[in-house]
């Protein structure tokens, strides 16, 4: 069987309407007139059994339907303070939980909606809500942990030698942020031989597929001096030049085929927390103190 490569991942993605915030152009409204979608801002492999961060964006239409002009749907830079929504069990149309998801949208490109969900049995799922008083729903599927996955919580962190100022791995540039960010002075193996906890962030804030990579990296950089000082901030850039043809041996290794990923991970080596895809400032800071990785 062909095992996609990165970028053919990303391109197929675009071509079935995966809601990424860098495939739509944005609005601060329904330019259509009526109830936004809910879109995933999720890669659609990246939910296992356990704890499950489902992160949504609206669009001002359904990504399934049909345009005579080809275009993506409209993604709103702001929205409903929060939304309530349910889960639903596909296979037996069993409401399972409420959730609800508070908005985040500063210093981001669209707004989104994180759903902290644990759903402990693989199969379907659906989230239902109102949106301005219309029904909307979004599907996504939960996978069992023997499937081949991206390291996910519960999981030990691989060992990865990653770039840094003194050795680069054969990566040029180890960091594509302007200013270079100064989490490049340890690699990611030291810091879990030495049983340090650890924020290990993947992206690349110049060839970000979606918009929210430079973004996120920022976030970090603020909140560096308000984290705990045993806890080591690593960086990992995605591709290994500006050739953006060959990526690294952390996005090998990891199997990651979306960006940008923040892994919070415990002294022991297992990781506690996730983050997948996007994250505000506000946000952030809510995961960081749930972990107690924020200095006391």
């Not at 995933?40 to 939910?47: G, I, N, V």
């Not at 110049?206 to 430079?214: E, L, N, W």
């Amino acid at each position: 069987m062909h095992q996609l490569t990165r970028t053919e991942f990303l391109a197929a993605c675009a071509g079935l309407g995966v809601a990424l915030a860098g495939c739509g152009s944005t609005s601060s409204g329904d330019a259509a007139g009526s109830a936004p979608y809910m879109l995933p801002r999720f890669d659609s492999q990246s939910l296992l059994v356990g704890q499950q961060r489902v992160v949504v964006i609206l669009g001002s239409r359904d990504p399934g339907s049909q345009t005579t002009s080809g275009q993506s749907p409209q993604l709103l830079k702001t929205g409903p303070s929060k939304i309530d929504a349910s889960v639903y069990d596909l296979a037996t149309n069993q409401k399972l939980l409420d959730a609800s998801a508070p908005m985040y949208t500063e210093g981001l490109p669209t707004a989104y909606w994180p759903f902290d969900l644990k759903l402990d049995k693989a199969g379907s799922y659906e989230l239902r809500a109102k949106i301005d008083g219309q029904n909307r729903t979004l599907a996504f599927s939960v996978l069992d942990r023997s499937v081949e996955h991206v390291p996910y919580v519960g999981d030990r962190l691989p060992s990865i030698v990653t770039p840094t100022v003194s050795n680069g791995q054969g990566v040029n540039p180890i960091c594509t942020n302007k200013p270079q960010c100064p989490f490049h002075s340890v690699n990611l193996a030291d810091a879990l031989v030495a049983k340090r906890r650890v924020l290990f962030y993947v992206g690349t804030p110049a060839y970000c597929q979606t918009g929210v990579c430079g973004p996120g990296l920022q976030f970090l950089i603020d909140s560096q001096k308000r984290i705990a000082a045993d806890v080591a901030i690593i960086h990992a850039e995605v591709y290994t030049d500006d050739t953006i043809k060959t990526t690294t041996t952390t996005i090998n290794s990891l199997g990651l085929t979306f960006e940008p990923c923040l892994f919070l991970v415990g002294a022991d080596g297992v990781i506690t927390a996730r983050i997948d895809s996007v994250f505000a400032a506000a946000d952030l800071q809510n995961v960081l103190t749930a972990a107690g990785f924020l200095a006391s």
